[in-house]
C-alpha cells in the first residue's frame, strides 16, 4: 500500500510559478511510475506529467509541455511539478498518483494509488 499527499498548491495570480510536492509513505517509491493529474470544476480528470520509474522518462500534456515540469527525488520518495507562467486554464484540483506498471502514464485507470490533491486557483 501507498499513501500519498500532496502540497503547495495555493492562490496565485497568471505569469506567476507554484511547485507542487507529492510525498509518498513507502521506502520502495523508485519502483513506481508517477504521474500528475488535474481536475477543473465541470470537468472530467485529465493528464498533466508523468515520469517513469525505470528511466525517468517524462512525458506531458500538450497544454502544458514548456510550462510545467515533473522531476522525483527517490531518496526523499518524493516527486514534484513545477509549474510556470500558470493562467486561469490551469486552476484546478492537482493529483499525484503511482503505478508499480508500465502501461501508458497518461491513462487514469492505469494508476493504482492516488493521493487526495492540492488546490491551484489562478486569478487576478
Known amino acids: 500500500q501507498v499513501q500519498l499527499a500532496e502540497s503547495g498548491g495555493g492562490l496565485v495570480q497568471p505569469g506567476d510559478s507554484l511547485r507542487l510536492s507529492c510525498v509518498a509513505s513507502?521506502?520502495?517509491?523508485?519502483?513506481?511510475?508517477l504521474g500528475w493529474f488535474r481536475q477543473a470544476p465541470g470537468k472530467e480528470r485529465e493528464f498533466v506529467a508523468g515520469?517513469?520509474?525505470?528511466?525517468?522518462?517524462?512525458t506531458y500534456a500538450d497544454s502544458v509541455r514548456g510550462r510545467f515540469t515533473i522531476s522525483r527525488d527517490n531518496p526523499e520518495n518524493t516527486v514534484y511539478l513545477q509549474m510556470n507562467s500558470l493562467n486561469p486554464e490551469d486552476t484546478a484540483v492537482y493529483y499525484c498518483?503511482?503505478?508499480?506498471?508500465?502501461?501508458?502514464?497518461?491513462?487514469?485507470?492505469?494508476?493504482?494509488?492516488w493521493g487526495q490533491g492540492t488546490q491551484v486557483t489562478v486569478s487576478s
Open positions: 498518483a503511482a503505478t508499480a506498471t508500465l502501461r501508458s502514464m497518461r491513462i487514469e485507470a492505469n494508476y493504482e494509488y
Open positions: 513507502r521506502r520502495t517509491w523508485s519502483w513506481f511510475s
Open positions: 515520469i517513469r520509474r525505470v528511466n525517468g522518462d517524462t
